[in-house]
């Protein structure tokens, strides 16, 4: 995933924020509310392995349970053609 996209289903890309194993996380605005966020997407070379799909929505299934003013809160997971998101 080397070019950053500019509009992922309802959030228009503002920036990259960083990159790690399985993915990159995107500074994003939601359309229809304004709102900020962070958006991550599974590097989409892994997304056709089965292995990492399932440890990239159990870290999901993980961040959801977080709760703390020092993590942020995780408010969807979804798919964007074929690429695993939250």
């Given at each position: 995933m080397n070019e950053t996209?500019?509009?992922?289903?309802?959030?228009?890309?503002?920036?990259r924020i960083g990159t790690g194993g399985m993915g990159v996380v995107y500074r994003a605005?939601?359309?229809?509310?304004g709102e900020t966020l962070a958006l991550k997407l599974?590097?989409?070379d892994?997304?056709?392995?089965?292995?990492?799909?399932?440890r990239f929505h159990r870290e999901?299934?993980?961040?959801?349970?977080?709760?703390?003013?020092n993590v942020v809160k995780l408010l969807d997971v979804g798919d964007q053609?074929?690429?695993p998101t939250w």
């Open positions: 996209p500019r509009q992922i289903g309802p959030y228009r890309i503002l920036g605005q939601r359309t229809d509310s599974m590097r989409s892994l997304a056709e392995d089965s292995t990492f799909v399932r999901a299934d993980i961040a959801r349970k977080l709760s703390s003013p053609n074929g690429v």
